[in-house]
């Protein structure tokens, strides 16, 4: 038997009694923050996601991407099973001052053969002059040594293991971990800057500092309920029928409901949790 099936059959050993394993879950344990503080930190790795929407963009998908310049042999990284594809890109502008205004990152591709030039004619052909307007763009930062490891195609912490019987084995990162990572920053895409032959430029907004957006989302008053009367949100389907004053009536065609908190409670029962679509103590505050 070769030094290399001997290895082989170690390898195979350490798995089923979930050693390797165990050695992942150690060394990730350190976690990311203490990694960075290292005399020699792991690289930092930058991956993207744009996510578009169906209903604005005609598709639902996420398309995943890095600028390439995370010092991975392989041009691509594969992050918690995802595949991240390497493309000429710039983001920047991220960094918070500290003085209240929110960071309105850039994000610029190199428009390699119009590729960027063609996703938005598609995009614009469902929402004319959309221009991937209120796409959601998500950065997340890792190291490198918490990288999948489909990254590393050798496993060189075993000696004479990288191939068995000629055949290469499936790359091996006891460090792999998708959970440590810094938090994901998500901002959504407010405008198209500039589109060129040579690059596309779009400007990016956190979600509660897009124009029209504004927190909270609806009026917050407090006798009026806003529900649809038997919509979703109100959820009321029973056979007990009141007119507008609260009043019991015997025909659905007469049951409308008086929008007050008495309404829901009639409706529900006043010990019972109530979907009321308001807010009680509160006065009229228009947020």
Sequence with gaps: MTSQN???????????????????????????????????????????????????????????????????DNNNIVWNGNTYTQYPCIATGFEYNGKGQLPRPRLQFANLQ???????????SYTPGNDLISAKFTRIRTLQKYIDSANYPQFAQIENLILV???????????????AKMPDEIYYIERKVTENREIVEFELVAAFDMVGVRAPRRMAIANICQWE???PECSYTGTNYYNIRDQPVSSAVQDVCGKRLSSCKLR??????????????LGGYDG
């Design 6 to 72: 001997i290895n082989f059959l170690l390898f195979n050993e350490l798995t089923s009694v979930g050693l390797v394993s165990s050695i992942a879950l150690v060394g990730s344990s350190i976690g990311i923050h203490t990694q960075l503080q290292q005399p020699s930190p792991s690289a930092v790795i930058e991956l993207f996601e744009l996510q578009t929407f169906a209903n604005v963009h005609g598709v639902d998908q996420i398309l995943r991407f890095h600028a390439g310049t995370s010092g991975v």
């Design 114 to 124: 119009s590729l960027v030039s063609a996703l938005l004619t598609v995009v614009n």
């Design 165 to 179: 019987n000629d055949v290469a084995l499936v790359g091996i990162n006891p460090d792999a971990n998708p959970n």
């Design 229 to 231: 009367y038997r919509s």
């Design 268 to 281: 529900f029962g006043a010990n019972n949790p109530l979907p009321y679509g308001s807010y009680p103590g």
